[in-house]
């Protein structure tokens, strides 16, 4: 599988058959199965699984922390073979389980990330400010990393990050801990660094993450690609069905119940039917008239709407009906 759509081939990242496999009890396991994929320079791949699935492990071979069983890869149209040292000076990492120099405070320990990547001195301190006022963290700048909060912490791996300039980005679960401010704030940032061509690397549990800011996306499960295309066409791959949505103004009778079971035991269009105490989730691939025919049996019993709508899939559900499809 792959996304052929660059005509002269000439990938940010490519992959071809690899294989990681380690020996555990004696028996042999492949974490990573045979997978293959290219990236384009300047998107950004949303690389999704549940857990367990591979997508660290992933990481860690591409950015050479790993050595893969067999298979090759190449990172700006090099082997990472015998040029890592090369492709990792212009690559940033923001692993899933963060490092961090405790006793330093948050502005110290940026400086010497920054001293550490090579930043000419004058300019390193101006780059750490603008860091550290992009990702809000002017006012604990003085604060030990001992001290920082989980959502804070995350902030400064990713802030520290920033500081030097790269072509490809590797983002293991940015968002995890992170406030809605700085979730928002980090993926806009993200989004005017892809127009500026930087390419990025992306995992999360969120969907909405994804549907914002990727490109392609690539689901594996146990270590196998299930699928890989654009959030669009997956959506329409998935998508033969809606999603209507009835919000009722009180909890559910019994009797509401009663005819959504009915409902759904007699219509072969209707795929799943969930409940809270107030709503009903329809998955239906012909929504027009199970909405019909269900707005006229509330309407004429005369049971109180507070809000109706009818919604493509989401990429939850791409994502929930792809891992369905490969148990
Ligand atoms: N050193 C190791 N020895 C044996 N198995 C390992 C080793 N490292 C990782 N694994 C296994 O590889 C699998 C993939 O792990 P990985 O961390 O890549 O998952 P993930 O997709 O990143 O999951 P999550 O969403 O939880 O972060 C897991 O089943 C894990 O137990
Ligand atoms: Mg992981």
Redesign the pocket.
């Known amino acids: 599988m792959s996304n052929n759509n660059n005509s002269n081939n000439r990938f940010c990242i490519s992959v071809k058959n690899l294989v990681?496999s380690?020996?555990?009890s004696n028996i042999k396991?492949n974490?990573?199965d045979n997978i293959s994929f290219d990236i384009d320079y300047g998107t950004v791949f949303g690389f999704l699984?549940?857990?367990?699935?591979?997508?660290?492990?992933?990481?860690?071979i591409l950015t050479g922390i790993l050595q893969p069983t067999t298979g090759s890869i190449k990172i700006f149209e090099k082997d990472i073979k015998n040029n890592i040292k090369e492709i990792k000076r212009r690559i940033g990492v923001v692993t899933?389980n963060p490092s961090f120099e405790s006793n330093l405070t948050v502005e110290r320990s940026m400086e010497l990330y920054g001293f550490l990547w090579g930043n000419p001195s004058n300019m390193n301190k101006d780059k750490v400010r603008e860091m550290l006022d992009l990702f809000d963290l002017t006012s604990i700048r003085e604060v030990r990393n001992e001290d920082l909060s989980i959502g804070q912490r995350r902030r400064v791996q990713i802030a520290r990050e920033f500081l030097h300039d790269m072509d490809l980005l590797f983002l293991?679960?940015p968002t995890v801990g992170l406030d809605p401010r700085a979730r928002r704030n980090l993926l806009n940032y993200i989004k005017k660094q892809v127009k500026h061509g930087l390419t990025v690397f992306f995992?999360t549990?969120i969907m909405e993450e994804v549907d914002y800011l990727c490109d392609q996306i690539c689901i594996?499960n146990k270590?196998k690609i299930i699928e890989f295309d654009t959030p669009q066409i997956l959506k329409q791959k998935y998508g033969s069905t809606k999603k209507i949505e009835i919000i009722l103004q009180n909890p559910i009778s019994k009797q509401i119940h009663d005819y959504f079971k009915k409902l759904s035991a007699n219509s072969i269009d209707i795929e799943n039917i969930e409940n809270t105490e107030n709503t009903f989730s329809i998955t239906s691939n012909n929504p027009q008239n199970i909405l019909l025919s269900t707005v006229n049996y509330l309407f004429q019993n005369n049971i109180q709407i507070e809000n109706i709508s009818l919604n493509d899939p989401s990429i939850e559900d791409v994502f929930l009906k792809a891992l369905k499809n490969n148990k």
């Open positions: 990681k380690y020996n555990t396991r974490t990573i699984g549940p857990n367990g699935a591979g997508k660290t492990t992933t990481i860690k899933q293991d679960e995992t549990h594996i270590g």
